[in-house]
């Protein structure tokens, strides 16, 4: 997905640039898609992908729950762990 952080690609452009085939990056794009981190706009016969500020929104604040979460109980064990 770094790939699209500077600006919107169509599939073989994102192909050109990684060490995999045309439909391998189309079903890895189309997941992605799924999961709301990118969409697509149809240009001619070619579909231009891009982020999808929204998605990658809700990833962010799904990480940082889940790394507050963490940090939470590593502070609540070492509070356990004191003599």
Request: cysteine-free; overall charge positive.
């Amino acid at each position: 997905m770094g790939i699209l952080l500077d600006r919107p690609r169509s599939v073989g452009e994102i192909a050109a640039r990684l060490p995999v085939s045309r439909p391998a990056v189309s079903q890895h794009l189309k997941v992605l898609e799924r999961s709301g981190l990118v969409t697509h706009r149809a240009e001619g016969t070619r579909r231009i992908y891009s982020t999808a500020p929204s998605g990658l929104d809700e990833l962010r604040r799904a990480i940082e729950q889940m790394w507050d979460d963490t940090l939470a109980r590593f502070a609540a064990a070492a509070e356990e762990e004191k003599p």
